[in-house]
């Protein structure tokens, strides 16, 4: 029977990691993620796992790859500062495969900014914060309840596809107090591990889907761990060929799981003139937006992504395909609309309504700028 809790945002990530088998957390407390590392603190030694405050957030990162490549399902947690200090280890547990979990909890910047108000500043730095050609898996939850939901889909997707995965979301989501239904227990598919005997095992010799096996440190076989381009074997490489393999394999093995991957919400966009594309707390402005004007009688529609990276551009195409407007609304200067017009192609006209000054975007708002278009959404 699921339990019925009044908990906090960042309350429900901590859980969402818990119930997932998250047994090891390495952080550094940072305004507005703070929660997550107090409640980790607290409450794994009681499930015989291992709490550890790092000095800096580089080393939270580089603990928790260690602890992933011991056997560990394993995460950290921060905001935009930390957030930037992690990024070298993003790109190195993205080139070596190691399954680990990120949260970052946006706030208002840029360099320490606004350290208790919200924004969506970070979701360029998410996808492209690290250096190089990699891929990205960067889920954006709107509620206490996705909290959960999709810090546990993180470990899966992580584990699963042996790579760092991000939760995305702001200071209001973190912080606010919902009713959330928690299930007595889940359960989510694990790494794949080694099926030949430690002779024959070449670590990075990925199966039909691109993902290789993954054994535990003293698990006897034996590998090579490296952020360097590598062959098979694991060992470093400067074969032009070998590497441009690799490369396109990390690429590849996301895109072979896409269609699980990339998930969308939609609200009335069947008949939708005017789309509304908004994600994690704007979101919930923009429903309350569209409720508003569906009451007066016009044609509006709220996309949601639950997954920004990858981008869902096939389902925005689809989903717009009847609109003649979309409107892009987003806590920053406009770091996604142009990713939606992409998508979009030139079959509806784009605009974005963008706040970048640390208050999160209310529904009034998104009404005021749809305003020169609502006469023309009329039934």
Same mark, same amino acid.
Request: charged share 25%; proline share 7%.
């Given at each position: 029977m699921k339990q019925s809790r009044l908990i906090q945002g960042n309350e429900a990530c901590a859980l969402g990691a818990v119930a997932a088998g998250c047994r090891f957390y390495a952080g550094y407390p940072i305004t507005p993620s703070s929660e997550i590392a107090e409640y980790m603190a607290r409450h794994l030694p009681e499930e015989d796992g291992v709490f550890v405050q790092m000095e800096d957030e580089i080393s939270s990162l580089g603990a928790v790859i260690g602890a992933s490549f011991a056997g560990a399902r394993a995460m950290t947690a921060t905001s935009g500062p930390g957030f930037s200090l992690m990024q070298e280890h993003i790109g190195y547990a993205v080139m070596a495969e190691a399954p680990c979990v990120i949260v970052d909890v946006m706030r208002a910047g840029p360099s320490t900014g606004r350290p208790t108000s919200p924004?969506?500043?970070?979701?360029?730095?998410?996808?492209?914060?690290?250096?190089?050609?990699?891929?990205?898996?960067?889920?954006?939850?709107?509620?206490?309840?996705?909290?959960?939901?999709?810090?546990?889909?993180?470990?899966?997707?992580?584990?699963?596809?042996?790579?760092p995965v991000i939760?995305?979301?702001?200071?209001?989501? @973190?912080? #606010?107090?919902?009713?959330?239904?928690?299930p007595p227990r889940v359960e989510i598919a694990g790494r794949r591990t080694p099926r030949v005997a430690p002779t024959e095992f070449r670590p990075k010799e990925a199966g039909p889907d691109g993902v290789p096996p993954l054994p535990a440190f003293g698990d006897g076989y034996r590998f090579h761990v490296t952020g360097? #381009?590598?062959?098979?074997?694991?060992?470093? #490489?400067?074969?032009?060929?070998?590497?441009?393999?690799?490369?396109?394999?990390?690429?590849?093995?996301?895109?072979?799981?896409?269609?699980?991957?990339?998930?969308?919400? #939609?609200?009335?966009?069947?008949?939708?003139?005017?789309?509304?594309?908004?994600? @994690?707390?704007?979101?919930?402005?923009?429903?309350?937006?569209?409720?508003?004007?569906?009451?007066?009688?016009?044609?509006?529609?709220?996309?949601?992504?639950?997954?920004?990276w990858p981008f869902p551009d096939r389902e925005v195409a689809k989903i717009t395909a009847g609109a003649s407007v979309v409107l892009v609304a987003e806590m920053?200067?406009?770091?996604?609309?142009?990713?939606?017009?992409?998508?979009?192609?030139?079959?509806?006209?784009?605009?974005?309504?963008?706040?970048?000054?640390?208050?999160?975007?209310?529904?009034?708002?998104?009404?005021?700028?749809?305003?020169?278009?609502?006469?023309?959404?009329?039934?």
């Amino acid at each position: 029977m699921k339990q019925s809790r009044l908990i906090q945002g960042n309350e429900a990530c901590a859980l969402g990691a818990v119930a997932a088998g998250c047994r090891f957390y390495a952080g550094y407390p940072i305004t507005p993620s703070s929660e997550i590392a107090e409640y980790m603190a607290r409450h794994l030694p009681e499930e015989d796992g291992v709490f550890v405050q790092m000095e800096d957030e580089i080393s939270s990162l580089g603990a928790v790859i260690g602890a992933s490549f011991a056997g560990a399902r394993a995460m950290t947690a921060t905001s935009g500062p930390g957030f930037s200090l992690m990024q070298e280890h993003i790109g190195y547990a993205v080139m070596a495969e190691a399954p680990c979990v990120i949260v970052d909890v946006m706030r208002a910047g840029p360099s320490t900014g606004r350290p208790t108000s919200p924004s969506q500043g970070d979701v360029m730095a998410a996808r492209w914060g690290t250096h190089g050609d990699h891929p990205a898996i960067v889920l954006t939850p709107a509620s206490v309840t996705e909290i959960f939901e999709l810090t546990v889909r993180a470990f899966e997707l992580a584990e699963t596809l042996r790579m760092p995965v991000i939760v995305l979301y702001d200071e209001v989501l @973190g912080h #606010t107090r919902e009713t959330v239904e928690l299930p007595p227990r889940v359960e989510i598919a694990g790494r794949r591990t080694p099926r030949v005997a430690p002779t024959e095992f070449r670590p990075k010799e990925a199966g039909p889907d691109g993902v290789p096996p993954l054994p535990a440190f003293g698990d006897g076989y034996r590998f090579h761990v490296t952020g360097l #381009t590598h062959d098979e074997r694991g060992f470093p #490489t400067d074969e032009a060929e070998v590497a441009g393999r690799l490369i396109r394999r990390l690429h590849a093995k996301v895109e072979a799981h896409r269609d699980d991957i990339v998930e969308v919400e #939609t609200l009335l966009c069947d008949d939708a003139d005017i789309v509304i594309f908004a994600f @994690g707390i704007v979101a919930r402005a923009a429903k309350e937006a569209v409720m508003v004007a569906r009451a007066q009688g016009l044609r509006v529609g709220l996309l949601r992504p639950r997954t920004i990276w990858p981008f869902p551009d096939r389902e925005v195409a689809k989903i717009t395909a009847g609109a003649s407007v979309v409107l892009v609304a987003e806590m920053n200067l406009g770091q996604v609309v142009r990713e939606v017009e992409r998508a979009v192609a030139g079959n509806a006209r784009v605009e974005g309504l963008f706040r970048a000054d640390g208050e999160a975007i209310d529904p009034e708002e998104i009404l005021q700028a749809l305003a020169p278009d609502l006469e023309g959404a009329a039934r």
